[in-house]
């Protein structure tokens, strides 16, 4: 099933696949919730779905923005070699080791986060994506070493608080991580409904959504700190 909404300020009705609807419906690896963000995401997920042995129902959110996106892009051989990555670490020259502000996002939010941390020529903010939310890949994450070993730890999400699904990646990814992170949140305040009806007050919270992500947590000596970015509908996440 594929969801093309996306939060890219065209109203509420535009702007939201439910995906914390499908969340909810989660349990027992009963079915894959899915956010691809490149192309060849797109077609190893899709041939993942052909190739297995057995049969789960596939959600993928696809915001149409991401089709003409200029950094949503793919080589030849990312389509011909390699696989579906649950979850995409860090992909320019910065060291998430030594990086003291970690991002973790889902979905689109991604590229907004990409493009202010280069212009802003932010070298000590990590970013990482989840491309898959359930299955939660909690194995991915601790057993990547760009993200197991960070000091600080941050998440963003692009939807309303109260679209956060009643069961979601922030409990799992909570479950997994050590006693002395903690927890902080990036994103919209609560809102009845899934986005806002004018496009440019969209603009204005999405501004304020990457600063809170890159400059909301100041670091703190000997002690971790996550910011997580749920989905956003076609989420963060």
């Known amino acids: 099933m594929l969801l093309p909404h996306g939060f890219e300020g065209q109203g509420p009705e535009h702007s939201s696949a439910r995906l914390e609807r499908y969340l909810q419906l989660c349990a027992e690896h009963n079915i894959q919730v899915c956010n691809p963000t490149t192309p060849a995401q797109i077609f190893h997920l899709l041939r993942r779905q052909l190739i297995r042995s057995y049969r789960k129902p596939l959600i993928v959110m696809s915001p149409k923005s991401l089709l003409r996106h200029k950094l949503a892009v793919s080589t030849l051989e990312d389509l011909t070699n390699g696989q579906f990555q649950p979850v995409i670490g860090e992909q320019d020259d910065i060291n998430p080791k030594k990086s003291p502000v970690f991002i973790l996002c889902a979905g689109k939010v991604y590229y907004d986060l990409l493009e202010a941390r280069r212009q802003d020529n932010l070298q000590h903010v990590a970013i990482a994506r989840l491309e898959q939310l359930y299955p939660f890949p909690d194995k991915y994450l601790s057993g990547n ?62 501004k304020a959504v990457v600063q809170a992500a890159l400059y909301g947590n100041p670091f703190q000596e000997n002690n971790m700190s996550i910011e997580v970015l749920v989905p956003n509908l076609p989420i963060c996440f």
């Open 145 to 206: 070493s760009k993200i197991s070993s960070l000091e600080i730890s941050s998440g963003v999400r692009k939807s309303p608080k109260t679209k956060v699904p009643g069961i979601n990646p922030n409990i799992t990814l909570l479950n997994n991580l050590q006693a002395h992170i903690s927890v902080t949140y990036a994103g919209r305040e609560a809102s009845a409904a899934p986005a806002v009806g004018k496009f440019h007050v969209h603009i204005e919270q999405q």
